[in-house]
């Protein structure tokens, strides 16, 4: 083991000043990078109280494939600053004093139908010992258990965003073997925990009645109008009229971008809605959506578009006139995507969305993406519990799916919401001094 492995997993067991200092060593390293990810994942996932968090579920891990996700978007410095804060805030949730909680669960059969009846039982401890039996753990294993959880909106279906969450960690990552079963075993002990909340799903599955065929994958056909008057359902009606609407829709064939592009603009317009103290939670409808979305080329489950409209709805709707709107800088920059992204870390949201509108006209949707992930990176991790760079890559998975005014909308709201949300960046600045040394 080399002295910067060894400076490292000490940090990551009871972390210090020197954090930042050990990660840069370890960086410098060949891999350095997703080493020093994978030490994070390995040593880090059965300390962590993760029971004392429940219904939620603390960030750190679910924003470093956030931050993976992002890593195209970013130029080096800024990528390796956001997964430096990323990796400090997940080594510093609450952990379980003493050997108990996750670390005392011993190594089972292996046995899927086991982790089933756990999951069926709420026994969150046999789960994640059941998956520690499994040989070598693979993008399919995640698969099945988010196929398992996604009936469970519980803490707004972070079940079943965890289990995506992992298994694209899982490939981003390269994990390996004993890095790929902690990672499972705890989705799995996740899936297996209460509450369990299916009542969105048994209520879309009544109105389907015994017909509940896969909807397949279709790029949106419907023109601006009639996806702005299903987001307009998804927003206004009460949850019994929502769900009759949209699964009437679902049974005269609208097609699966059609009902994607009403979802996203219906929670782009909650987004914009949201008070400053709501933009995080508010922001984990696109993380849903996001994960829902993940898996419709192999066919979307009627029940679970139902699900993410019900969710959608659940967020409070403004009146349209006190609503936040573009408006002009007293000065429009010569350069927008610098002029948009001071606006966004001054906090002023109406002129940062019509920058973002200018960017969008002159450069179009990645330009704008860029300008976003790289806000996002400037704002440290533990302050707004990873939200900022879990909504921009939400809005990165989501964008090549949507029509060009649905792509719009999701910009615009994502836009309003870092500037609308920003915090610290001390650790940020830490980080970077630590990078350049």
């Known amino acids: 083991m080399s002295d910067s492995e060894a400076a490292w997993k000490a940090e990551l067991e009871e972390p210090t000043g020197a954090f930042f200092k050990a990660f840069a060593a370890r960086l410098a390293e060949s891999d350095g990078l997703r080493d020093a990810a994978r ?19 603390p960030h ?14 970013l130029p080096e410095p800024s990528f390796h600053r956001i997964a430096a804060t990323q990796l400090h805030a997940f080594a510093h949730e609450g952990r379980r ?38 040989e070598s753990p693979t993008p399919a294993d995640f698969r099945t258990l988010g196929e398992l959880v996604q009936s469970d909106m519980a803490n707004v279906g972070h079940k079943a965003v965890m289990a995506h969450q992992l298994e694209d960690l899982f490939e981003l990552m390269e994990a390996p073997k004993a890095t790929g ?10 899936a297996a925990t209460e509450p369990v909340d299916t009542f969105w799903h048994q209520r879309a599955a009544k109105r389907l009645g015994e017909s509940c065929a896969r909807i397949p994958w279709l790029p949106a056909a419907l023109g601006p109008e009639a996806h702005l008057e299903g987001a307009r359902e998804i927003c206004d009606l009460g949850l019994v009229e929502l769900l009759d609407r949209f699964m009437a829709r679902v049974r005269q064939g609208t097609g699966s971008g059609d009902l994607l592009a009403m979802l996203v603009l219906a929670a782009a317009e909650k987004q914009l809605d949201a008070r400053r103290d709501l933009e995080g939670k508010t922001a984990c409808t696109f993380v849903y959506l996001a994960t829902h979305a993940a898996r419709q080329a192999e066919g979307g489950d009627p029940r679970l578009y139902a699900q993410a409209a ?10 349209a006139e006190g609503r936040v709107a573009p408006k002009a800088p007293k000065s429009v920059p010569t350069d927008v995507t610098t002029g948009l992204l001071d606006a966004i870390l001054d906090s002023e949201p109406p002129q940062a969305m019509f920058l973002a509108q200018l960017l969008l006209q002159e450069q179009g949707t990645e330009a704008l993406l860029r300008v976003l992930a790289e806000a996002a990176s400037q704002n440290d991790p533990a302050f707004n519990y990873s939200h900022h760079l879990l909504s921009v890559a939400a809005a990165a998975d989501l964008l090549p799916l949507l029509p060009g005014h649905a792509q719009s909308a999701l910009l615009l709201a994502v836009t309003k919401s870092l500037a609308n949300s920003q915090g610290s960046a001390d650790l940020g600045r830490l980080a970077e001094r630590a990078l350049k040394s």
């Open 97 to 134: 004093p003493g050997s108990g909680g996750l670390k005392a669960i011993g190594k089972g059969s292996g046995s899927w139908q086991n982790v089933r009846v756990a999951i069926l039982k709420h026994r969150p401890s046999l789960a994640f010992g059941e998956i520690l039996g499994i």
């Open 181 to 190: 079963k902690r990672m499972l075993a705890l989705g799995a002990w996740l």
């Open 60 to 73: 750190g891990l679910m924003g470093l494939r956030a931050v993976f996700r992002l890593r195209p978007l």
């Open 39 to 57: 030490e994070a994942v390995r040593i880090l996932i059965p300390r962590i109280d993760w029971e004392a968090y429940l219904p939620h579920v």
């Open 310 to 319: 019900a969710l959608v709805n659940l967020f409070p709707t403004d009146d």
